[in-house]
């Protein structure tokens, strides 16, 4: 990560399936979770409804109908499948954003443009993506493995914490 300023931060990297994979797992966590759910629901009563009517074909059946939602939520296989399909002219394209005390600015395949503090309200992150959101709506995201060190991460996260409370504090 290039710091030109104490109060600026550039990152540019090129754009991966499994950038796109785990941005759409954090994005659609809570999604995911419930498929999970719905599977292992599914998945006792394909068990429960054996033992009970007595037949093992359509207890067999409903639970592998909810072993299908459990492997299509719980893992990254639909979702990579899904961004091949659907992101080609994402995938290997580079993207540029620059933090600053104005805000963000972004050089993307989709366009460029600048978004202001004020309309950043949120940081989701894990260990593997970084998302800015604009209320419900991704103002950016950016992939860890684009940092050069962890520390790298850590310094641009707290950089957007303290910008969002700043926001916040302004507003």
Not at 21 to 26: D, G, M
Not at 107 to 128: A, M, Y
Request: with cysteine; hydrophobic share 45%; charged share 20%.
């Amino acid at each position: 990560m290039n710091a030109s300023a104490a109060t600026s931060h550039s990152i540019s990297f090129t754009i991966s399936v499994d950038d796109v994979v785990v941005y759409l797992r954090l994005l659609q966590r809570r999604l995911n979770t419930i498929g999970v759910a719905l599977g292992i629901v599914i998945m006792g009563i394909g068990s429960v409804l054996a033992v009970i009517t007595n037949d093992a074909l359509t207890g067999v059946w409903t639970f592998a109908i909810g072993a299908v939602f459990v492997v299509l939520a719980g893992t990254e296989f639909l979702d990579r499948w899904r961004v091949k399909r659907s992101a080609r002219s994402l995938i290997q394209s580079k993207a540029s954003f620059s933090f600053t005390d104005n805000g963000i600015d972004a050089d993307t395949v989709s366009g460029s443009g600048h978004v202001p503090w004020s309309n950043v309200t949120e940081l989701k992150r894990d260990q593997r993506v970084m998302i800015i959101m604009g209320g419900r709506a991704p103002v950016c995201w950016i992939p860890t493995r684009a940092f050069a060190t962890a520390a790298d991460a850590d310094t641009l996260a707290d950089y957007i914490a303290s910008r969002l409370r700043g926001a916040q504090s302004d507003g």
